[in-house]
């Protein structure tokens, strides 16, 4: 997700370009140890222009439960989460990637098939790859089998560098992931 976000985010909003930073956590038990602390530290000095936009992945489970944790979470540390509805005043924006971060990269099948040969540019009308975040097994595996099938990584997928090589590549606006398209949305309303 980090390297993603780095390469995604200057597109999304260009107008952040150097002025945003990454934090990683190592896996979602990672973050949701050290969250609490992290974002008590924020509260005692954000300024009142700048927002903390938490992403993770689903994983698997609902994604109402997990947002509502994590809003949790930031209301206890003592900040504002974005409301559902409305133009209140927030400083914390929470997106989920339904299912995990390769339905994104799923999502841009041009970037996907620019970036490694042999993928096939009529991948998304599929019917398994039409609704990306409804892909079922796992996105990881899809896309591993994907890339498999294109020739590529035959000894396992390397997320890391497929998230970056793809991320490169992406547009934004052209991406079919709905859980994409409401993380781009967010970071644009901010």
């Not at 209301?75 to 989460?81: E, K, N, Q, S, T």
Request: charged share 30%; with cysteine.
């Amino acid at each position: 997700m980090e390297h993603a976000l780095r390469a995604l985010v200057p597109k999304i909003r260009p107008d952040l370009d150097d002025r945003f930073q990454v934090h990683a956590f190592d896996g979602v038990g990672d973050m949701l140890q050290k969250l609490p602390a992290r974002l008590r530290g924020y509260a005692g000095w954000l300024p009142a222009d700048w927002r903390i936009v938490i992403v993770r992945d689903e994983d698997r489970r609902k994604c109402e439960p997990l947002k509502a944790e994590i809003e949790n979470i930031a209301r206890r540390a003592g900040l504002v989460p974005k409301p559902r509805s409305g133009k209140a005043a927030f400083q914390v924006l929470t997106r989920i990637a339904v299912e995990e971060l390769e339905a994104w990269l799923l999502g841009d099948v041009s970037a996907l098939a620019s970036t490694y040969v042999g993928v096939p540019a009529s991948l998304g009308s599929q019917k398994s790859f039409r609704n990306v975040d409804a892909i079922r097994g796992g996105t990881w595996e899809a896309l591993e089998r994907v890339l498999q099938q294109a020739g590529h990584f035959l000894g396992g997928l390397p997320k890391v560098q497929v998230a970056r090589e793809v991320a490169a590549t992406m547009d934004p606006d052209r991406n079919t992931s709905k859980s994409f398209q409401v993380f781009r949305d967010g970071l644009r309303a901010l």
